[in-house]
């Protein structure tokens, strides 16, 4: 069977795909900010032509309904990817805007102005603009309007968690933004299991928030250093593809995803040792009660 994206001919020069680095994409999905989201960027266009065909209120108004067109289409694209970031988490607060709701009234809106510059006729546009505020909603949805995962937990505990979590992200995301640069396959797939791990932790401690003190050093001194680190070997191979930063950051990227994978083991042992504790403490209050518990 002839290997996929490797092999002597690729045009990164690798060899078949190491077994350890099957799986780079564990637990990716494919977003739903994609098909049916880009259509709602070109299917505006056509006002451009309609614009400058027309006289001057056609002009204005044409113009304004694409251009509230278009910004419902990326608020729905970006009220996308906070669901599925929001989907992602076990403990995640509602975005604070939301976002596909008020693209639901933006593409009503302007769906009826350009019905009102083509018709000049008030309630044809009415009718349009809720139809299109229907049709949109029905179509993409409610944003997330609760919190979720935040029942029994302690605010503040939670808050601290959240804001870790999303300084994380944002570090995460820096990577990739930063490794797309050096222009190689490999190291890109390196990176995103890199990635998986973090996520691992971030996990983990969303689960049990009083992990966060044990992994502040994690999320932050060795976070921040995997993304400088990540920016400079951007910078320097994409100049002169040297093999030797390859080598040493791809060594680097080893090293830490070792040490985060153990601390969340040990985050993970903590957390059912602290369980077993608590049971044994519920086993002797009951049994001081007189209630035996029968082991089975």
């Known amino acids: 069977m002839g290997q996929k994206f490797g092999g002597k001919f690729s045009p990164d020069g690798s060899g078949p795909i190491a077994p350890e ?18 259509l709602l960027f070109l ?19 044409n113009l304004s309904a694409l251009g509230l067109l278009i910004l419902a289409a990326w608020l729905t694209r970006e009220g996308i990817l906070a669901q599925e970031q929001y989907e992602a988490r076990k403990v995640a607060r509602r975005p604070a805007l939301p976002r596909k709701m008020l693209a639901s009234v933006l593409t009503g809106v302007g769906l009826g102005v350009a019905v009102f510059a083509a018709q000049d006729s008030a309630i044809a ?24 995962g935040m029942d029994g937990i302690d605010q503040h505990q939670t808050d601290r968690v959240a804001r ?100 969340t083991r040990t985050l993970l042992n903590d957390n059912t040792t602290d369980l077993e504790i608590e049971i044994d403490v519920l086993r002797d209050r009951l049994q001081r009660e007189g209630i035996r518990l029968d082991s089975k």
Do not use: C
């Open 43 to 61: 299917a505006p266009l056509p006002l451009i032509w309609a614009a400058f065909t027309s006289g001057t209120s056609g002009l204005v108004l």
């Open 164 to 263: 870790a979590v999303d300084k994380a992200e944002a570090y995460l995301a820096s990577m990739t933004d930063a490794i797309k640069r050096a222009g190689d396959r490999s190291a890109e797939a390196r990176v995103e299991r890199f990635q998986n791990t973090v996520r691992d932790m971030l996990r983990t401690i969303e689960n049990d928030p009083r992990d966060l003190t044990a992994a502040r050093k994690y999320l932050t001194v060795y976070l921040r250093g995997a993304r400088d680190a990540t920016v400079k070997f951007a910078d320097i191979y994409g100049r002169d593809r040297n093999a030797g930063a390859k080598s040493d950051y791809m060594m680097l990227l080893t090293d830490l995803e070792e040490n985060f994978t153990a601390k």
């Open 125 to 148: 546009a009415a009718a349009t603009a809720i139809v299109g505020l229907v049709l949109h909603s029905f179509s993409f949805g409610f944003d997330p309007l609760k919190d979720k």
């Open 21 to 38: 680095d099957r799986g780079t994409f564990r637990g990716a999905r494919r977003t739903r900010a994609g098909g049916r989201v880009n």
